[in-house]
């Protein structure tokens, strides 16, 4: 009997816990913080499967020595239920060219190298200048800068060019982010054999060539085991023709959420995480992804950008809401990459309050698609999803605001991106 009683409970601490990147991780207190607050959250509380929820949202603690402690908590969150990641692959990207250029280790070869992007096959397309950048030249840095900006696509697809497909899934397996994979690049229908082939590309000097890459070919595939990889009733095709069939993503880019946040994590603090497990970065590097994941776009000189189409908090999706009139604090930084697409809306952050010494991790992704049509551009973004995230943020904002803390963190190293 008593080994039954036993048995019993230890199935209700486990129903209450999951595994997320190998840890225990407690599903139940983001629910009862949404259902505290269901007038915010019963459109998706009511829905969540249909809505396509998960949320990771983890805790740091300091100790007195400023080191910092997670824990993680869970909602709905499974790494084999496929949601399409959009833009949110960018940010790998960005990290993994910095790092390839520091591998390379070529003589006057930088992130801020002049490169010159070629083609062999039909569907490349070379790069000679940027007119958005001041010195109107393409560089790694200067993409970079526009992805984290604005999720700028162009951007994102040549760092995949530069990388390449193979070493860019290479280096997902390597950091543990097992249920990643970027075959593709984005929003130029880019799929089939033509994803595998990459453009040759140079760096210059002085008009020189000090590095050439010659075009690459990936044989390989990346299989995953997911699910939910077959959606809706129909779908807008290349045409823009309706196929009334189900809209098949099993070919696309995964990123599920507890890798999103497993990179953020080792971003923002990669002094939690074993030598051999930190991105090859330099403090430099570091700094730069740093001023460009939190800066607005109306606070930058190069590129600029017009500011009724990119507003202040256009990449800010949790806490903000994309919110055009949204009233920035000053005293708040959010360090993140967004992705939308297909109705899933999606942002993986960092947040800080100076001021309130607040700081804490939250990964969400939430989707809204009531015609169950795919690629028709209809979605319940305004209605649905932007109101969720806004509202998810602040909610956690608030609660961590009252969270006891024995030791109040320093920020300074997060400070001088104010």
Do not use: W
Not at 22 to 28: C, E, I, L, R, W
Not at 182 to 208: Q, V, Y
Not at 276 to 293: G, I, P, Q, S, V
Request: aromatic letters at 14%.
């Amino acid at each position: 009997m008593r080994s039954s009683v036993r048995f019993y409970l230890l199935f209700l601490v486990l129903m209450a816990v999951q595994f997320v990147n190998g840890q225990s991780v407690d599903t139940t207190f983001i629910k009862k913080l949404l259902e505290s607050h269901r007038e915010l959250f019963s459109a998706v509380l009511d829905h969540p499967q249909h809505k396509e929820v998960q949320i990771l949202y983890t805790q740091i603690d300091r100790d007195k020595n400023n080191r910092p402690h997670f824990t993680t908590y869970a909602y709905r969150v499974d790494d084999h239920h496929y949601f399409y990641p959009a833009s949110t692959v960018k940010l790998p990207a960005a990290i993994f060219s910095l790092e390839k250029i520091n591998e390379l280790k070529v003589n006057a070869l930088s992130a801020t190298s002049p490169i010159r992007i070629d083609s062999v096959r039909r569907e490349q397309v070379p790069v000679t200048e940027d007119a958005s950048a001041l010195c109107g030249f393409a560089s790694i840095s200067h993409y970079i800068k526009k992805i984290l900006l604005v999720s700028d696509n162009d951007a994102f697809n040549r760092l995949f060019e530069f990388i390449g497909r193979a070493e860019i899934n290479q280096k997902l397996t390597k950091y543990t982010l097992t249920g990643s994979r970027i075959l593709n690049r984005l929003a130029i229908k880019d799929g089939g054999e033509n994803a595998r082939h990459t453009n040759p590309i140079s760096f210059l000097d002085n008009g020189k060539i000090i590095y050439h890459q010659p075009a690459k070919y990936d044989a390989k595939d990346y299989p995953l085991n997911l699910n939910n990889t077959i959606m809706g009733k129909a779908y807008l095709d290349s045409n823009d023709q309706l196929v009334n069939k189900p809209f098949d993503l099993s070919n696309r880019n995964a990123y599920p959420l507890s890798d999103q946040q497993s990179v953020m994590k080792r971003l923002i603090f990669p002094e939690a995480f074993p030598k051999n497990e930190r991105f090859n970065l330099t403090k430099k590097d570091y700094a730069f992804l740093y001023r460009y994941m939190s800066m607005l776009p109306n606070e930058s000189l190069d590129p600029t950008y017009d500011t009724s189409e990119y507003f202040p908090a256009y990449g800010k999706f949790l806490f903000y809401g994309q919110d055009k009139n949204a009233e920035i604090d000053p005293e708040i930084r959010i360090f993140n990459k967004i992705g939308d697409s297909y109705g899933f809306l999606i942002d993986n952050m960092y947040f800080v309050d100076f001021k309130n010494k607040v700081e804490f991790f939250l990964a969400a992704v939430v989707q809204s698609n009531d015609d169950e049509i795919y690629n028709d551009g209809k979605y319940e973004y305004r209605t649905i999803c932007f109101p969720f995230m806004k509202n998810l943020g602040r909610v956690v904002y608030q609660y961590e605001l009252s969270r006891p803390k024995k030791y109040l963190p320093d920020l300074s190293l997060f400070e001088k991106f104010k």
